[in-house]
């Protein structure tokens, strides 16, 4: 069975410094994978997906996310974070093709102080 | 660009009453998803549709049901209301590929229900 593993319940970063999400999964092919941010009581946006190609993938906002097969990671990166980035950041892993639903990790709430 | 449209966005219902979600995907897309996110969690996967048939089942109790309709629209159906169902439900849409093209998922706003 596929799963996501985000370390970091919470991160706490300055406005300005660069910002670097963990997220780990498990699955047995090549998966989809996918990072989300959830504002309070809000949807669900997706930042960026990796489905093959090149492994540094471009998101939205300034996020990128790299794919390292060999460490079965899918860290989200940031440059420079703004007081605007304060979420709850999701990485998600999918199955290839198909209508199979994602699986979640427990999420990483990103706190931005001044 | 049209998005996914879920109704309604709030919905307060007292236990043991029935509850439908309604949600209409982002056009031409054929498949559908339902998650669950309570309140401080991860979205769970409760089911999805493609070509109006069930394609996946997740955590989706019993009590629940749901269906997608010719027009891809789907509904979420929940009998029973019990606290615990008190929840964020979203619905996400795609355009499923077997070949393994890449079927980015899409996802509404969600419908908040609050079980009292």
């Known amino acids: 069975a596929q799963s996501v593993t985000q370390p970091d319940i919470h991160i706490t970063v300055s406005e300005g410094a660069s910002l670097e999400l963990r997220c780990n999964y498990s699955?047995?092919?090549?998966?989809?994978l996918f990072w989300y941010v959830q504002s309070p009581g809000q949807g669900l946006q997706l930042l960026l997906k990796y489905f093959s190609g090149d492994t540094l993938v471009q998101g939205i906002k300034g996020f990128e996310a790299e794919f390292k097969r060999s460490q079965s990671s899918f860290n989200l990166r940031k440059p420079s974070v703004h007081w605007s980035d304060a979420a709850e950041y999701f990485c998600?892993?999918?199955?290839?093709?198909?209508?199979?639903?994602?699986?979640f990790g427990k999420g990483t709430h990103l706190i931005i102080q001044p | 660009a049209a998005g996914v449209i879920q109704s309604p966005r709030h919905l307060i219902k007292e236990k043991r009453e029935t509850a439908t979600l309604k949600c209409y995907p982002i056009?031409?897309?054929?498949?559908v998803y339902w998650y669950q996110q309570g309140p401080g969690q991860d979205p769970q996967f409760l089911i999805s549709?493609?070509?109006?048939?069930?394609?996946d089942k997740g955590s989706i109790p019993d009590r629940f049901s749901a269906q997608q309709f010719s027009d891809y629209h789907s509904e979420l159906n929940m009998s029973s209301l019990e606290l615990g169902d008190s929840a964020l439900y979203f619905c996400?849409?795609?355009?499923?590929?077997?070949?393994?093209?890449?079927?980015?998922?899409?996802f509404g706003e969600g419908s908040w229900l609050t079980v009292v």
């Open positions: 998600a892993v999918g199955a290839r093709g198909g209508a199979d639903g994602l699986t």
């Open positions: 996400a849409s795609s355009l499923a590929r077997v070949s393994g093209s890449g079927n980015t998922i899409y």
């Open positions: 056009p031409r897309h054929d498949t």
């Open positions: 699955y047995g092919a090549t998966p989809y």
């Open positions: 549709f493609y070509e109006k048939m069930q394609s």
